[in-house]
């Protein structure tokens, strides 16, 4: 387990609050921009960024971390599949940036939000649409498959659905729930590495 990932998964409930919301807010306070060759960031922006990088920092420590330390059998294909999803996010809030910056009406190297109107219609379809739904979609799957990671690692069995309800909730009612859902982290990895059966097909099929 690496220092990042023994953060986000000892850390209490408290520290993550602020890291979550009180830094964005922070950020967003500020009044800046950055107009970098490929990017123009304004406050805002940054913020949602740092909210994203740092949300999925934690579920990606708390789904690698519970897999590998508690669940001896489980399967790289799964594994793989889950730091993909996670990574999605990200990539799809950079890809969406460059569309939206490059000068379109001037072909140019000039970067610039103004030209938003002179964007190809494929480009807009990609940018505006797929994008973001295939951002939704991921981030949701990401808080799915976290989720029942929890509770297969604590409950030591397949898991079903009725068994996520109180923990999808959590993230519904996310800035109280965080402090439940943390709670059950930091005991859980605290618990006995002592899951020795594979179950990974129930985690990428169920």
Same mark, same amino acid.
């Given at each position: 387990?690496?220092?990042?990932?023994?953060? !986000?998964?000892?850390?209490?409930?408290?520290?993550?609050?602020?890291?979550?919301?009180?830094?964005?807010?922070?950020?967003?306070?500020?009044?800046?921009?950055?107009?970098?060759?490929?990017?123009?960031?304004?406050?805002?922006?940054?913020?949602?960024?740092?909210?994203? !990088?740092?949300?999925?920092?934690?579920?990606?420590?708390?789904?690698?971390?519970?897999?590998?330390?508690?669940?001896?059998?489980?399967?790289?294909?799964?594994?793989?599949?889950?730091?993909?999803?996670?990574?999605?996010?990200?990539?799809?809030? !950079?890809?969406?940036?460059?569309?939206?910056?490059?000068?379109?009406?001037?072909?140019?190297?000039?970067?610039?939000?103004?030209?938003?109107?002179?964007?190809?219609?494929?480009?807009?379809?990609?940018?505006?649409?797929?994008?973001?739904?295939?951002?939704?979609?991921?981030?949701?799957?990401?808080? !799915?498959?976290?989720?029942?990671?929890?509770?297969?690692?604590?409950?030591?069995?397949?898991?079903?659905?009725?068994?996520?309800?109180t923990d999808l909730l959590c993230f519904v009612f996310f800035p109280m729930?965080?402090w439940l859902l943390q709670q059950k982290v930091n005991e859980l990895s605290?618990?006995?590495?002592?899951?020795?059966?594979?179950?990974?097909?129930?985690?990428?099929?169920?």
């Amino acid at each position: 387990m690496n220092p990042l990932q023994s953060f !986000f998964v000892r850390v209490n409930a408290l520290v993550l609050t602020g890291l979550f919301f009180l830094i964005p807010y922070v950020i967003s306070s500020l009044d800046f921009a950055i107009q970098l060759e490929y990017f123009y960031l304004n406050n805002s922006l940054l913020a949602f960024i740092f909210f994203i !990088f740092s949300f999925s920092a934690w579920l990606w420590s708390i789904g690698i971390t519970l897999l590998q330390k508690k669940h001896a059998g489980f399967s790289t294909f799964y594994l793989s599949i889950f730091k993909l999803s996670l990574i999605s996010p990200l990539a799809s809030i !950079f890809i969406f940036l460059i569309l939206n910056s490059i000068d379109w009406h001037n072909s140019g190297a000039y970067m610039s939000w103004a030209c938003y109107d002179y964007r190809p219609k494929p480009v807009v379809i990609f940018s505006d649409y797929f994008l973001p739904s295939a951002f939704l979609l991921s981030f949701l799957y990401n808080i !799915f498959q976290t989720v029942k990671i929890i509770n297969f690692v604590e409950l030591q069995r397949p898991v079903s659905f009725k068994d996520m309800i109180t923990d999808l909730l959590c993230f519904v009612f996310f800035p109280m729930g965080l402090w439940l859902l943390q709670q059950k982290v930091n005991e859980l990895s605290k618990k006995p590495d002592n899951i020795t059966h594979d179950l990974s097909d129930h985690l990428l099929n169920s």
